[in-house]
């Protein structure tokens, strides 16, 4: 059973203000993953940690920030928020070592409207 | 670069039909290929996983294979049911020991009871 996290669900925000989307998996995950994704449209990876204090950026470029300064913990942080950042993000772990998948499961997603 | 496309991207069936949704990829040098489901307003459920030395995988209804070095992937769906109305997306790793998916549109699939 795949236990992560996601909070706000929905966020509607007006332009310039900061935000952060909290993600949480209580599986011991070594690896994380921010994607974002527009109606229709497939998922692009902003964000991926391959453990606590690893972070990179992932092909789609994104204003946000991630930290990852607990295992169970990957939040994402936009300082201003702008119009173009209407979207939905979501946030999934994976377990990484010999003979594992790394299957990816992901939370619920966060729908983020900034006016 | 890896490309994932998804035919059809919408699909309608009658209650118990069989059916195969389609996913090619450009770059055959793929670490694994994993299905998902994504129902309306909510994240996305692992279904199946191959691996690149892997054919196929069965779940349940659900198989799934892989054809490397046609760029290939197909999720079979036996008896279909009208819960099995989702969108079904195909995601390709990147590479060997690569843990970055691409990840197709997706095929919605409506299943009419």
């Known amino acids: 059973e795949a236990d992560i996290y996601q909070t706000p669900r929905y966020l509607v925000i007006g332009t310039g203000k900061k935000i952060t989307l909290e993600c949480s998996q209580t599986?011991?995950?070594?690896?994380m993953y921010w994607y974002q994704q527009d109606p229709g449209m497939e998922l692009h990876l902003i964000h991926y940690s391959y453990g606590v204090n690893s972070t990179e950026k992932g092909d789609l470029s994104s204003e946000s920030t991630v930290s990852r300064i607990r295992t169970e913990h990957f939040p994402l942080t936009l300082e201003s928020a702008r119009p173009s950042h209407t979207s939905q993000y979501l946030c999934?772990?994976?377990?990484?070592?010999?003979?594992?998948?790394?299957?990816?499961?992901f939370g619920p997603g966060t729908r983020l409207l900034v006016l | 670069k890896q490309e994932v496309t998804q035919i059809p991207a919408a699909l309608s069936v009658p209650e118990g039909e069989n059916l195969v949704l389609n996913c090619s990829f450009t770059d055959s040098a793929i670490y694994n290929l994993q299905w998902f489901r994504q129902d309306p307003g909510k994240g996305l459920t692992s279904l199946l996983l191959?691996?690149?030395?892997?054919r196929e995988q069965t779940s349940g209804r659900l198989n799934a294979s892989l054809d490397k070095s046609s760029g290939r992937s197909t999720l079979y769906i036996a008896a279909s049911q009208p819960g099995d109305s989702a969108t079904y997306l195909c995601?390709?790793?990147?590479?060997?020991?690569?843990?970055?998916?691409?990840f197709g549109k997706g095929t919605k699939l409506s299943v009419i009871p």
């Open positions: 599986m011991g995950h070594d690896k």
């Open positions: 995601a390709a790793s990147r590479g060997a020991g690569s843990y970055q998916l691409t």
């Open positions: 999934a772990s994976s377990e990484s070592g010999r003979g594992i998948q790394e299957t990816q499961y």
């Open positions: 191959i691996q690149s030395s892997q």
